[in-house]
């Protein structure tokens, strides 16, 4: 296993933080909680404690608004989504013994537990799947969709959770927004008729979210499906998240960290941003801080 | 002249729908669907509004397509002093990909070659941006479309829109309860804007042209994948705030080949062997979707623009280049009846 592309990735992360804190989407943009977030889940899979990951736990403090939600912007109130991320990163990073952002992981459960995407009645004709099940939307006011549930089924387990209505019903949505053949896109499995097609990213996250569940079908084809695609994808965002998803399912391919040392010579040329960084550094990380198995609430108290 | 576009308003009898009814209907609308049926009446008084639009023939990606961009820029009067010195932003429609399906995005041929017309045009920067509706993988999306090797080698830009800093901006359409518009800075700098959609059917617009390309440029970290509150706030209606918010400068639309059916995403290839140039959008919507044999008083953000944003008459949108009557093929839609109507006879 080669060590090298690991080593560039981590320093250009620890580089590109933000001074305020932090990380964008690109190099040198402005601090956004999802690069943060994953960017100190990177940093802390790989023992780089110290005071880029303290800022960088700070902002995402900083982005946490008064109802608790952490959001894109200040300006994008209803952009919400992140706040599953946010909830993940402190909860994950640094394992100490009384976390300092206890008061924010409260206030981020709170709000989570409270959100709900929008349903409306089934139209069959039109949608392949159940319309009335609530879990998470990207946007505050629309309907409940693939990433940003399975940020908040993962995130709500860390905090012991993993028999909460909201979280069975996160996790139910997962498991019917499923396509048939295997796999997930952003959401819609058949519309018109029509069987969707599914993507390795939204796959690989939704495996993550499923992979302490008990088995299933959708699991297993999904599996199937990604482990065939990714033989073709060396696009970072994709390859990381099927490979986070694979190995929570503990169907790591052989051939993983190849495929990640083949993408990381391309990235260094592409000039992409912290996200992408940080998220192939999970993916190759022996040990990635995302938590798939539920925390017993007890020991998430503590944490 | 074409076919008859039959659809008697109640604007031809000297009324014409206020906002509040425009809005009445768009309100209920869920992933993609709207019933705005208030949007379906419209003006043919279109208030002076005149555009040219050009058609040219292009029988396949490897004809002239420098050449065919070329002309019909000549035709309508966009020049070397228009573009001289501005940084052009090229927008294709990439919504997702799937590997031997070319006809769901805007062919790499046809971008690669308009990136050259501006070039040639003295244009400062020509770069390609997109914010892709389904698919957050924007590096995926390149490789697969066939986008990425053919800006590798043409040295051209892409910039993701979809986690693009952003900037709010009043909308200036106000036909949607959006209020203000969330938008890349990339897109906000750019002095040139260009829609390159691909022609396609829409399953819940009826098409997908120039006009509902711009959803593109809302970036997906604050509307979501898909960008699910636009559809809350109404298609046609937020087509029509982006539009009037975003003031397009220019369309050159893929119509090598199409998308027929189930568009945008699972229909079918539709090979009609032209591009549609033009500097008004509903202009040139309003002649692709006669290229369609579809009626555009059937498109709802077609003739809510009417008057508005632009002319969509025959007689007040002049056609140079090809006749719509030597191309038009008829493209099949779904079966729906939100859709009904929308076929000209």
């Given at each position: 296993?080669?060590?090298?592309?690991?080593?560039t990735l981590?320093?250009?992360?620890l580089a590109a933080?933000?001074p305020?804190?932090g990380w964008?989407?690109?190099?040198?943009g402005?601090?956004?909680?999802?690069?943060?977030a994953?960017?100190?889940?990177a940093?802390s899979a790989?023992?780089?404690?110290g005071?880029v990951l303290?800022a960088?736990?700070?902002?995402?403090?900083?982005?946490?608004?008064?109802n608790?939600s952490?959001v894109?912007s200040?300006?994008?109130a209803?952009a919400?989504?992140?706040?599953?991320?946010?909830?993940?990163a402190w909860?994950?990073?640094?394992l100490?013994e009384?976390n300092?952002?206890?008061?924010?992981?409260?206030?981020?459960?709170?709000?989570?537990l409270?959100?709900?995407?929008?349903?409306f009645v089934p139209?069959r004709?039109?949608?392949?799947?159940d319309?009335?099940?609530?879990?998470?939307?990207?946007?505050?006011?629309t309907?409940?969709?693939?990433?940003?549930?399975s940020?908040?089924?993962?995130?709500?387990?860390t905090?012991?959770m993993n028999?909460h209505p909201?979280?069975?019903?996160g996790?139910?949505?997962?498991?019917d927004?499923a396509?048939?053949?295997?796999?997930?896109n952003?959401?819609?499995?058949?519309?018109f008729?029509a069987?969707?097609?599914?993507?390795?990213g939204?796959?690989?996250?939704?495996?993550t979210?499923l992979?302490?569940?008990?088995?299933?079908?959708?699991?297993?084809?999904?599996?199937?499906?990604?482990?065939?695609?990714l033989?073709?994808?060396?696009?970072p965002?994709?390859l990381a998240?099927g490979?986070?998803g694979?190995?929570?399912?503990?169907?790591?391919p052989a051939?993983?960290?190849?495929?990640l040392e083949?993408?990381a010579?391309?990235?260094?040329a592409a000039?992409?941003g912290?996200?992408?960084?940080a998220?192939?550094?999970?993916a190759?990380?022996?040990?990635?801080p995302?938590p798939?198995?539920?925390a017993?609430?007890?020991?998430?108290m503590?944490? | 002249?074409n076919?008859p576009e039959t659809?008697?308003?109640q604007l031809e009898?000297?009324?014409?729908?206020?906002r509040?009814?425009?809005l009445?209907?768009?309100?209920?609308?869920?992933?993609g669907?709207?019933l705005?049926a208030?949007?379906?009446h419209?003006?043919?008084h279109?208030g002076?509004?005149?555009?040219?639009?050009?058609?040219?023939k292009?029988?396949?990606?490897?004809?002239?397509?420098v050449?065919?961009?070329?002309?019909?820029l000549?035709?309508i009067?966009?020049?070397?002093?228009?573009?001289?010195?501005?940084?052009v932003?090229?927008?294709?429609?990439?919504?997702?990909?799937?590997?031997?399906?070319?006809?769901?995005?805007?062919?790499p041929?046809?971008i690669?070659?308009?990136?050259?017309?501006?070039?040639?045009?003295?244009a400062?920067?020509?770069?390609v941006?997109?914010?892709?509706?389904?698919?957050?993988?924007?590096?995926l999306?390149?490789?697969?479309s066939?986008?990425n090797?053919?800006?590798?080698?043409?040295r051209?830009?892409?910039?993701?829109?979809?986690?693009?800093?952003?900037a709010?901006?009043?909308?200036?359409?106000?036909w949607?309860?959006?209020g203000?518009?969330?938008?890349?800075r990339t897109?906000?700098?750019?002095?040139?804007?260009?829609?390159?959609?691909?022609?396609?059917t829409h399953h819940w617009?009826?098409?997908?042209?120039?006009m509902?390309n711009?959803f593109?440029v809302?970036?997906?970290?604050?509307?979501?994948?898909?960008?699910?509150?636009?559809?809350?706030?109404?298609?046609p209606?937020s087509?029509l705030?982006i539009?009037a918010?975003?003031k397009?400068?220019?369309a050159?639309?893929?119509a090598?080949?199409?998308m027929e059916?189930?568009g945008?995403?699972m229909g079918?290839?539709k090979?009609l062997?032209?591009?549609?140039?033009?500097?008004?959008?509903?202009?040139v919507?309003?002649t692709c979707?006669?290229?369609?044999k579809?009626?555009?008083y059937?498109?709802?953000?077609?003739?809510?623009?009417?008057g508005a944003?632009?002319?969509?008459?025959e007689?007040?949108v002049?056609?140079?280049?090809e006749?719509?009557?030597?191309l038009?093929?008829?493209?099949?839609?779904?079966d729906?009846?939100h859709?009904?109507?929308?076929?000209?006879?």
């Amino acid at each position: 296993m080669s060590a090298s592309w690991r080593n560039t990735l981590l320093g250009r992360l620890l580089a590109a933080a933000h001074p305020s804190g932090g990380w964008g989407y690109r190099l040198a943009g402005e601090p956004s909680p999802e690069p943060t977030a994953f960017g100190s889940l990177a940093l802390s899979a790989f023992g780089a404690t110290g005071d880029v990951l303290d800022a960088a736990q700070r902002k995402l403090a900083e982005m946490q608004v008064p109802n608790g939600s952490v959001v894109v912007s200040p300006d994008v109130a209803a952009a919400t989504w992140p706040t599953g991320l946010a909830l993940l990163a402190w909860r994950c990073v640094g394992l100490r013994e009384s976390n300092p952002f206890a008061e924010p992981i409260a206030r981020a459960e709170k709000w989570l537990l409270a959100a709900r995407g929008e349903t409306f009645v089934p139209d069959r004709r039109i949608y392949g799947h159940d319309t009335t099940i609530a879990a998470w939307p990207w946007i505050d006011h629309t309907h409940s969709w693939v990433e940003p549930t399975s940020y908040a089924v993962l995130a709500l387990r860390t905090g012991g959770m993993n028999s909460h209505p909201r979280v069975r019903d996160g996790v139910a949505v997962l498991l019917d927004r499923a396509i048939p053949g295997g796999g997930w896109n952003y959401g819609n499995r058949r519309m018109f008729g029509a069987d969707l097609r599914p993507f390795p990213g939204p796959t690989g996250v939704a495996l993550t979210a499923l992979a302490a569940e008990h088995p299933s079908t959708q699991v297993s084809e999904a599996i199937t499906y990604l482990a065939a695609e990714l033989t073709n994808v060396r696009a970072p965002l994709s390859l990381a998240w099927g490979l986070i998803g694979l190995t929570a399912c503990n169907r790591r391919p052989a051939q993983a960290d190849e495929w990640l040392e083949e993408t990381a010579g391309r990235i260094r040329a592409a000039e992409t941003g912290p996200l992408d960084d940080a998220l192939m550094l999970l993916a190759g990380s022996e040990t990635c801080p995302i938590p798939t198995a539920p925390a017993t609430r007890t020991a998430a108290m503590t944490g | 002249m074409n076919q008859p576009e039959t659809r008697t308003t109640q604007l031809e009898q000297g009324w014409r729908p206020s906002r509040r009814e425009l809005l009445g209907a768009g309100a209920v609308t869920v992933l993609g669907g709207t019933l705005a049926a208030g949007l379906r009446h419209a003006a043919r008084h279109e208030g002076g509004l005149r555009a040219d639009v050009f058609i040219s023939k292009a029988d396949s990606y490897s004809s002239d397509l420098v050449g065919a961009i070329a002309d019909g820029l000549r035709e309508i009067g966009v020049t070397a002093a228009s573009i001289r010195g501005k940084k052009v932003l090229l927008k294709p429609n990439l919504v997702e990909t799937a590997r031997g399906e070319p006809h769901v995005n805007t062919h790499p041929a046809v971008i690669v070659a308009a990136v050259e017309v501006f070039r040639r045009l003295d244009a400062a920067e020509v770069f390609v941006a997109e914010g892709q509706g389904h698919r957050r993988d924007s590096q995926l999306v390149l490789d697969e479309s066939g986008m990425n090797a053919a800006l590798l080698q043409s040295r051209t830009t892409f910039i993701d829109l979809n986690h693009d800093d952003v900037a709010a901006v009043a909308s200036a359409g106000r036909w949607s309860t959006l209020g203000k518009l969330h938008l890349p800075r990339t897109l906000l700098s750019a002095d040139f804007i260009v829609s390159m959609p691909k022609l396609k059917t829409h399953h819940w617009a009826g098409v997908t042209c120039a006009m509902k390309n711009l959803f593109g440029v809302m970036p997906g970290i604050v509307y979501g994948w898909p960008k699910n509150v636009l559809h809350y706030a109404g298609i046609p209606q937020s087509i029509l705030d982006i539009n009037a918010t975003v003031k397009p400068h220019l369309a050159i639309v893929d119509a090598v080949v199409g998308m027929e059916g189930d568009g945008p995403i699972m229909g079918t290839p539709k090979p009609l062997g032209c591009l549609v140039v033009g500097t008004n959008l509903p202009a040139v919507d309003a002649t692709c979707a006669r290229l369609m044999k579809l009626n555009p008083y059937g498109v709802e953000y077609l003739t809510a623009a009417s008057g508005a944003l632009g002319p969509i008459h025959e007689h007040n949108v002049y056609q140079r280049g090809e006749t719509i009557a030597s191309l038009a093929s008829r493209f099949a839609i779904i079966d729906s009846p939100h859709l009904q109507g929308i076929a000209l006879s």
